[in-house]
């Protein structure tokens, strides 16, 4: 500072120099913060070593569903450590897991909570005995604490029944606008729905999670194949549901032509809404001429 009260000024503003105490530039050296080091490993899962448990069993008159709190190693989950017993005899049968699952980024482990126990005929005893031994382990490769038992009586049980078939809004073989909604529902109470949209068929455990209405669209034809998996319930038949685009005309005024409903179309990379009355309106509202 060139004048004694700008220099005062200047101490006044915080620097490190005190009044009538020049700094020493020449002793003064940079500080620099530590940098801890990258963390790479950022998806590193979080593994519970509590011992799993068996939260239910499920008797019919040809499967037990079981159900552990916890997912399991499969290699595991075998019929030499999941058995049933009548008339002290082990009846013949195999594991088959229901919600197969892959952890992320490894396709080639996998594990399963829920499996069942299938006899190579129904059960004709009274009473059964499910035995799950504690030489079962948790995906963290943890065991159960104690063996598991269970007996069931059998008699008069049903048989395990098939979740209803998915049923679609808009009848297969139906013409639609690009861009129509089709909407799946289920009969069987807490059922989900699956369904595929490339000619692959679906099950339990592959395809897509049905939970809004799919958008379809295409060139000229998209089947779609669908299945119902709940628990408690075998699985499905397969539902198959084709559907052909129609173009949509510049006169919209023909009842042919007019929806009869607000419906959702694509036309030229853009979405617009059709009114019954043959209006085309954005998605923001603005109608189109």
């Known amino acids: ?76 989950l075998n019929t030499d450590n999941i058995y049933v017993m009548a008339d002290n005899q082990v009846i013949a049968g195999s594991v088959v897991l229901l919600n197969e699952q892959h952890p992320y980024n490894d396709n080639t482990t996998s594990y399963a909570s829920k499996i069942r126990f299938v006899p190579e005929s129904e059960f004709t005893a009274k009473e059964i005995t499910l035995t799950i031994s504690n030489r079962v382990h948790s995906y963290a490769d943890v065991p159960m604490a104690q063996t598991f038992q269970q007996t069931f009586d059998v008699d008069g049980v049903g048989v395990v029944e098939q979740a209803a078939l998915p049923v679609p809004s808009i009848e297969s073989g139906s013409e639609v606008l690009l861009g129509t909604e089709l909407s799946i529902t289920c009969p069987t109470e807490g059922a989900t729905i699956r369904y595929t949209l490339d000619g692959t068929t679906p099950d339990c455990l592959n395809g897509l999670v049905y939970k809004t209405p799919i958008l379809l669209y295409g060139q000229q034809q998209i089947t779609i ?65």
């Open 1 to 76: 500072p060139a004048t004694p009260s700008a220099w005062r000024q200047f101490l006044a503003s915080g620097s490190v120099c005190r009044w009538r105490q020049p700094c020493d530039h020449r002793s003064s050296s940079p500080r620099f913060l530590p940098v801890p080091p990258p963390q790479l490993e950022v998806n590193i899962p979080i593994v519970q070593l509590r011992q799993p448990e068996v939260i239910n069993a499920i008797a019919h008159k040809d499967a037990i569903d079981i159900t552990f709190d916890k997912y399991m190693l499969p290699s595991l």
């Open 225 to 289: 194949q669908a299945v119902a998996c709940a628990d408690g319930y075998n699985q499905s038949d397969v539902a198959q549901w084709t559907y052909t685009f129609v173009e949509v005309k510049d006169d919209l005024q023909t009842a042919e032509q007019t929806p009869q409903q607000p419906t959702k179309v694509l036309q030229n990379g853009h979405i617009y809404i059709l009114m019954p009355g043959g209006q085309k309106y954005t998605v923001v509202g603005t109608q189109v001429e």
